[in-house]
């Protein structure tokens, strides 16, 4: 997953020779017939033109995405990562790629609503295509300013090339980088239409972002609490999503996830992928790194060995040391596969998948043959399933390291989320009804038995987040925004975290698959009693820029600068 070594400053002068062409689900201009001359010179080429930010420069984030969001967040154990262990360096690999693409989004955009600002077409469509753009541009900053701190400003790519000054950028202070955040976002709900195709951007999900925006600000410089004001924006924001968007959520948690529902109304904003296998960084291939070996027939799955971690197993009320599994919230079996679990939307045309024979059945179900997870767990969220699964859900097959499944970023559950915690505020709870029903709307979907209840709290919601969006990138930067204003309670949860191992998972479950008996030998099979509690400090929240980046423009070592950017910038 690595794109070529391009620094950030200067792709768009690429850009405006051709596009990255890729046989997706959105049509876009293809090399050898694009240039700047011949294009944009309808409503429908305006639209191909701003396709590739639903995936290509995203392409090289996916790994950063989770390990970032769920490794470091302690939601998923992997191996020996720095990401577990929070000693990620400037020279880590994931990291690099994770800087160069969010700032190849942002040369993307940049460069693409440059160009509709000429083109042909209606008005409309080209205000359409913009507010497109400057969604994936705010999503691009709102992940530099929550893992990197103060960035630069990236303005307009060809006006800093063409002052020859794309190596002296100084980084921006926190607050004035969340400002251009909700700057932009404000343009593109100015531009978007209320309702837009199926799978793009509209101008609920700019409002939808924004309100996420403002939950995340809220508590930046603040000690022990948060801006009643950003609080305030954030719930209004929330509220015309919730009121007025049209879109509701789906009956059945699991289908959100599946390639089926790619599209779904509850996703306001996704990474869309193409299968093809004749273009590279168009195509999801998260599967290939979270997926037991032989899930697929391609043979590109190598994730059997890491899984999701046992602390957040003991947020579901799980037990890996147990046959019986609790499945009282629905999520659980959605988010992680365990012993015991049988899924009929994978391997549909094998009669679906059981994780425990599949582990151990190697003569007929090409399993591994020993159990691999440190954890008694393995991925399900970001799972397509084998050939058959993808062909008879897109009509299409997948290859290796390719498929079609989406990636969804904001989902409408979020917002409800984002909503009741914005109505609590800095009280610690509400007995508002309209917040109760937000936050009773997507538990009562995961846990049907779950009653109304008559006040929700802060940590009714922070814990209904983490299982709502568990291995969905999001959970590390719910951290990020808590250690603006609370840094000891963010500590302090990360360093109790369980985010080790458990010993003797294998001989356990394959004695459970042979003879049906699952006795437990506390001496042999139990967590790690030696599991060393990771450093976490209040510098923790913050991630290294990559060195090359540093090496390439060295402002970045410096002390940002206070840049009032709605006076600096416009659109």
């Not at 701190?149 to 090339?161: E, F, R």
């Not at 600000?217 to 022990?224: Q, R």
């Amino acid at each position: 997953m690595k794109l070529n070594n391009i620094k950030y400053w200067t792709l768009a002068a690429i850009l405006g020779a051709n596009l990255v062409s890729c046989d997706d689900f959105l049509d876009r201009p293809a090399e050898d017939s694009y240039n700047v001359d011949n294009f944009y010179q309808n409503d429908e080429q305006c639209f191909q033109g701003v396709n590739p930010l639903y995936n290509s420069p995203w392409f090289d984030f996916q790994r950063g995405f989770f390990k970032v969001g769920e490794v470091l967040a302690g939601n998923y154990y992997w191996g020996s990562s720095p990401y577990l262990t929070f000693t990620v360096n400037g020279t880590d690999e994931d990291l690099i790629n994770m800087s160069y693409s969010l700032w190849s989004v942002n040369a993307y955009a940049n460069t693409i609503r440059e160009r509709l600002q000429t083109a042909g077409g209606s008005e409309q469509t080209r205000n359409t295509c913009m507010g497109e753009c400057l969604v994936w541009k705010a999503m691009a900053y709102f992940y530099l300013v929550r893992t990197f701190g103060a960035v630069p400003i990236v303005h307009s790519n060809s006006d800093d090339i063409a002052a020859g000054n794309y190596n002296e950028k100084y980084k921006v202070q926190i607050p004035d980088v969340y400002e251009y955040i909700v700057m932009t976002l404000e343009e593109a709900i100015r531009l978007l239409p209320e309702s837009n195709s199926e799978g793009r951007i509209d101008q609920y999900t700019a409002k939808g972002l924004l309100a996420k925006v403002y939950l995340t600000k809220s508590g930046y410089g603040m000690s022990g609490s948060r801006n009643e004001d950003d609080l305030r924006q954030a719930a209004a924001y929330a509220k015309d999503v919730i009121d007025n968007s049209g879109r509701h959520l789906l009956a059945n948690y699991s289908d959100v996830f599946r390639l089926a529902n790619n599209f779904n109304e509850e996703c306001l904003l996704s990474w869309h992928w193409s299968a093809s296998s004749d273009a590279w960084t168009c195509q999801n291939a998260l599967q290939s790194d979270l997926a037991i070996a032989g899930f697929d027939e391609f043979g590109d799955c190598w994730g059997g060995y890491n899984g999701p971690s046992v602390d957040l197993q003991d947020a579901f009320g799980e037990n890996a040391l147990s046959p019986t599994r609790y499945n009282g919230d629905t999520r659980r079996k959605a988010t992680m596969m365990m012993c015991g679990d049988v899924y009929e939307y994978f391997w549909q045309d094998k009669g679906g998948f059981n994780y425990i024979n599949f582990i151990y059945d190697t003569d007929n179900l090409g399993g591994p043959g020993t159990y691999q997870s440190a954890t008694g767990a393995n991925e399900v969220k970001q799972l397509y399933g084998n050939a058959n699964d993808h062909l008879t859900a897109t009509g299409v097959s997948a290859s290796s390291q390719h498929s079609q499944l989406s990636t969804h970023l904001l989902r409408l559950s979020d917002v409800y989320l984002i909503y009741a915690e914005a109505m609590i505020g800095n009280n610690g709870s509400t007995s508002d009804e309209s917040a109760i029903d937000a936050f009773y709307q997507v538990r009562h979907r995961a846990i049907s038995t779950y009653e109304r209840p008559s006040v929700i709290t802060w940590e009714d919601v922070w814990k209904e987040r983490r299982l709502e969006l568990a291995c969905e990138g999001d959970r590390w930067y719910d951290y990020v925004r808590l250690s603006y204003y609370d840094p000891q309670r963010a500590i302090n949860e990360l360093t109790n975290q369980r985010r080790d191992v458990y010993y003797g998972l294998d001989d356990l479950y394959k004695t459970y698959y042979q003879t049906g008996s699952f006795t437990v030998n506390p001496d042999e099979h139990r967590y790690n009693p030696n599991a060393v509690k990771p450093n976490v400090t209040i510098s923790s929240f913050t991630l290294p820029f990559p060195t090359e980046d540093v090496v390439f423009n060295p402002h970045l070592m410096e002390d940002p600068i206070h840049v009032d950017v709605r006076s600096e910038f416009s659109y």
